[in-house]
């Protein structure tokens, strides 16, 4: 939050190395380790317990409701936007909600939490996933796999799940391209943390899924950091929040379930 930006773009559990190859977005990409291992890891160790009352935070991720009320100046959970045949919040929404924000609160600073490429995935590969196992998270009913279940019963491979992870990731990247044209002043586009995709961490011979297993590796620790410079920077300004948009603590829990984290 101490860094020179009007507009912070995260991309939910991004990996570095994914995001370097696949990015077309002009700017300046550093590495950048993250305070937090996963996304509610994340908000406690860059948000809680502060104030950021210059600031709108327009999020797809649950976990941002379990912050205090006076944190930002507001919250946007974009709760009319949740997909319940998807298990997610579609790129698009959170971009138009993004740009809608901005006209807003012109003399705010802005955090987009974009949940893509962070599972359920979308895409041609996830689509072909989905018809041939049952997983969790897309049509959200009944007790299917997670697709991390999925891989370590060798019902997914790990270039599948791998694909379907990329595809995602360049299905947000061009949303966020969009966006950049639509609101003004310096943005960076970052993660809040990177994923495990099947990696293999000695001495452990099985592989590794996801990030949210209590453990911490290069991958999940380094993520983008790309600064796209604009001249026509923004007057920020402090203001008295206002009511922020809250989720029950019932549809916080049912929606990281869709999403693919253990209860927390």
């Not at 807003?104 to 939490?113: D, S, T, W």
């Amino acid at each position: 939050m101490n860094e020179d930006w009007d507009n912070l773009i995260i991309l939910d559990a991004c990996r570095y190395g994914y995001f370097k190859n696949q990015n077309t977005i002009s700017g300046n990409l550093e590495r950048r380790t993250s305070r937090g291992d996963k996304s509610w890891e994340f908000m406690q160790e860059n948000f809680a317990g502060k104030q950021f009352h210059d600031t709108v935070y327009v999020t797809a991720n649950p976990f941002v409701s379990r912050l205090d009320d006076n944190v930002f100046y507001a919250v946007d959970t974009l709760d009319e936007y949740w997909d319940d045949d998807i298990g997610t919040i579609w790129p698009e929404d959170v971009a138009s909600a993004a740009a809608d924000a901005n006209r807003e609160h012109p003399n705010k600073r802005l955090i987009v939490h974009f949940m893509q490429p962070h599972r359920p995935y979308l895409g041609e590969t996830a689509d072909v996933l989905r018809e041939r196992v049952d997983l969790i998270g897309y049509q959200n009913e009944g007790d299917g796999l997670q697709i991390w279940g999925a891989a370590k019963q060798a019902d997914v491979s790990v270039q599948e799940v791998r694909r379907a992870y990329s595809e995602s990731l360049d299905i947000v990247l061009e949303v966020v391209e969009q966006l950049l044209t639509e609101v003004n002043g310096k943005s960076v586009v970052t993660s809040d943390h990177g994923e495990m995709l099947g990696e293999r961490i000695l001495p452990f011979t099985s592989r590794v899924w996801g990030h949210s297993e209590g453990f911490s590796t290069p991958d999940l620790q380094i993520v983008p950091w790309l600064e796209v410079e604009d001249d026509n920077r923004r007057t920020i300004k402090t203001s008295s929040p206002v009511d922020n948009d809250k989720l029950s603590e019932g549809t916080v829990s049912q929606r990281l379930s869709a999403l693919g984290y253990r209860e927390e």
